[in-house]
């Protein structure tokens, strides 16, 4: 099967727009929202973390480090840019809260802030939210410029766009989703059933932006 990635259609045919962006804490920043409302009671603890320079499963990588929870246990709902100022939600069991607060500056040190603490009788799973919300500063941009931004922006809003998943989800060698089919031929396999659950995940991915590009077509 051929899985090279192939031109992505947009929706709209403006001509490009001059700016500069640079994914950094500073000018991109992800806040997760919810799906629904913790309840405060039950057996998982949830969380809210703010991390930078971080990728969510490196993020869970710190946690079961400092706290001894296994991966396993750890719940979240989706993945967050690594370069980029970003907040989630994560879950675990409850008896491990008491460890949260005694490890502040052990977390702080991996560039990971506990903002508050829930509980809940259920752990977040993925798909467990009900968006997110971007910060992202444009810079270099001139006043014509700015202006065709937000008249492309009026267009979305009414009209909507493809919301394709970003190069982040491909790795850095962009092959992650051609692991992903490895996997489910039984090829190969990780050891870390997250991990697994990721590259899966990536060629589901890819799989998505095929058919969404192909759908603008018709």
Do not use: W
């Amino acid at each position: 099967m051929n899985l090279n990635f192939m031109p992505l259609l947009h929706a709209y045919n403006h001509a490009s727009i001059d700016f500069h962006f640079n994914s950094s804490a500073r000018d991109f920043c992800v806040h997760e929202v919810p799906l629904y409302e913790f309840s405060n009671t039950g057996e998982h603890a949830v969380i809210q973390v703010r991390k930078s320079g971080l990728s969510t499963l490196e993020m869970l990588q710190i946690f079961s480090q400092i706290l001894g929870v296994r991966i396993a246990e750890l719940g979240y709902a989706g993945l967050k840019d690594k370069n980029a100022l970003t907040t989630q939600f994560i879950s675990l069991p409850k008896k491990y809260a008491p460890l949260l607060e005694k490890n502040t500056s052990n977390f702080q040190e991996k560039n990971l802030k506990i903002l508050s603490l829930n509980y809940h009788h259920n752990k977040i799973k993925l798909g467990h939210l009900k968006g997110n919300r971007f910060f992202m500063r444009f810079k270099k941009m001139t006043p014509l410029n700015a202006q065709k931004t937000e008249q492309v922006l009026e267009q979305i809003a009414q009209f909507g766009m493809p919301n394709y998943f970003g190069p982040q989800r491909f790795g850095k060698f962009n092959d992650n989703h051609q692991e992903g089919l490895k996997i489910l031929q039984n090829q190969t396999k990780f050891a870390h059933q997250k991990l697994n659950a990721f590259l899966i995940s990536s060629y589901q991915s890819y799989l998505f932006n095929a058919l969404l590009s192909k759908r603008l077509e018709i």
